[in-house]
């Protein structure tokens, strides 16, 4: 029995990629230190591993930006807009490699970045390979080949991950018509070969081939891509071991296809997917190698030692000790670095502390759980046991997790509960009445520019630099300000600007009883970019109202409508690290109960519009087709128990930022908020065309303008997508904003974007 990683965070555990990276770009620092940078993260993170005890350590799971990236580097896969930056005296191959990560704006050249999308259904972004019909392929870079021979150099014999084939073209996108990107396969596989070539020169062992595509639904001709690309490779390296890694769901339909390529180690997600264990274990050939993906790379609990044992324990009396790994569910670059540095007792107490591991926690429990499974001597791993035993039991037990009143709350949630009082075409008149809201409305997302100074305040209250009141006025100062331009300008329903929120997912976290945060638990979002979710870790309660004063506040200070502005259940638990002791449903319904109690203690303070904001629905959507009713059944009623508390007359929002509604619009009619804002501009309004087709009853405010850059659009821009809209929805049924929440953006342009922007509402109202 073995153990192994499939990889380490590589944005070291003070964020010493990031900060170097940052200082890079901005001019601060040169090429030298930055690959300095890396090397000491490398050597740092095999070292660890080594130490811990983990027999196969991987390499080249370190990436300065982002591993998909990588590949393309290596393979040659660079767009031809690079080539200028190619050609440029003095650039070298990482500012070719960050030109393609962030796009190159220098030297009178102004070339955009490659476009990044989700990695699975995670948090995690990765720079969409671009491929083009006849692409060919050629080995770039040797940083593959490069890392494998520095942790050679440190005694360390590691196994290099690559990509597999199938699932790199997968992952990319055909930027031109006539042809198929899995048709690719046979310019790309020399280029493999090319590479193992080299690894086999060097005395590689193992390499590990990610295809996370195998726990995905594949058409015909990626299954037989698969078989014949795996037949080519083994047919060429007879001596090379091949760890095969799929993760975040189960094999289900792709499992023979798995079973039957001529690998050394198949890998799989037991934590994801544990039930697939028993048709592995029977389809799985002869002499292969299963690795058990026990550890959960996804999520900051400790691992539950005793039901590992028992599923290491099922697996070695079916196919023996000899053909059982030990290994993480998947790369650890999905969960924060390290646990030893949360020494902040306030912000983390010892209670739950002690049920929590991160990345180099990980590790040592793949090591443990090894040990344990073969009663290896001389090791302390019994006494891991008992201590892992008994966190186990406290955690099932304490009284931090288990708020019996919620709990109750949750069991007597009935189907009214989830139904506003009449619907809406009835709700609509009422609201016509009640509001008397002009044609076109105009209001905005929620956010304004969350300057530097703004968030100076923060730090400096959080210090101690400044006093509760001290802040308090100086938010107060800036909302006032925010709600007498919005007036002057002539906005319909104004926002408060959300001065005072860090973040819209931890802003409700630290007000809500069952969260908890971390100091230094962050995890790589994309680049230098990391984030650092709230735990949730306990049933969720709301002790008090967490928006209301602001609000009220804010609404007191003008007689047009003030929106109330919170974030949704399901977006409240998909930012989060989220308890895995009971179903995610349950817990989205706990946080719905605190906002529906949130949106009526605003009804009843007099708030008439209220936005419940939702960006993640749509993320939140399991890989696999055949699971999505599941989930968004209770994602769409946790939206609407939020939002079913009120009367008629109170307008309930929402708002989404993404562009794909097509297969889910009936979900989001189901969603029943009276307005939703949604993403339009860059697809030209194009997206409401869904909408459109749908009927979509309730009312829709498109963006008609791009928050993301600093652009300030034309009058009659907005004019010409609104008269597309137009053209679609009845105009009874429109409102008018911008895409998104302002808070990235500058003052300047914000104020001449949105004056813009009345005035284009006004033009409409004119016909
Ligand atoms: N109300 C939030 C804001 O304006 C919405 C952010 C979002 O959609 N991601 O910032
Ligand atoms: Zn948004």
Redesign the pocket.
Known sequence: MLTQNLGYPRIGSHRELKKVCENYWAAKTGHKTVLQVGKNIRQENWQMQKQTGIAIIPSNDFSFYDQVLDHSLMFGAIPKRYNEVILKKGNTELDLYFAMARGYQQDGLDIIAMEMTKWFDTNYHYLVPEFYKNQQFKLFSTKIIDEFYEAKQLGITTKPVLIGPISYLLLGKEKENGFEKIDLIKNLLPVYIDILTRLDALNVEYVQFDEPFLALDLNEKEQKAFQETYRQISNAFPRLKIVLATYFDALDNNTELAASLPITVLHIDLVRAPQQLDKVLEVLGDRTILSLGLVDGRNIWKNDFENSLSIIDHAVKKIGEERVWIAPSCSLIHSPCDLDNETNEKTLTPEIKQWMAFAKQKIAEVVVLKQLATKEQGTAAETKFAENKLAQQNRKTSDLIHNPEVKTRVKAIVTKDAERLNVFSTRKMKQRAALNLPAYTTTT???FPQTTEVRSWRAKYKKGDLSQKQYDDLIADETAKAVKWQEEIGLDVLVHG?FERND?VEYFGEQLEGFTFSKNGWVQSYGSRCVKPPIIYGDVKRPEPMTLNWTVYAQSLTSKYMKG?LTGPVTILQWSFVRNDQPRAETCTQIALAIRDEVCDLEKAGIKII?I?E?AIREGLPLRKEAWQNYLNWAIKAFRISASGVQDETQIHT???YSEFNDIIKNIADMDADVITIETSRSQMELLDVFADFNYPNEIGPGVYDIHSPRVPKREEMIHLLKKAKAVIPQEQLWVNPD????TRGWDETKKALIEMVEAAKEMRKD
């Open positions: 997302i929620g956010s959300e819209m502005m936005q904001d960006p708002h989404m930022c998104c929440g302002l808070k």
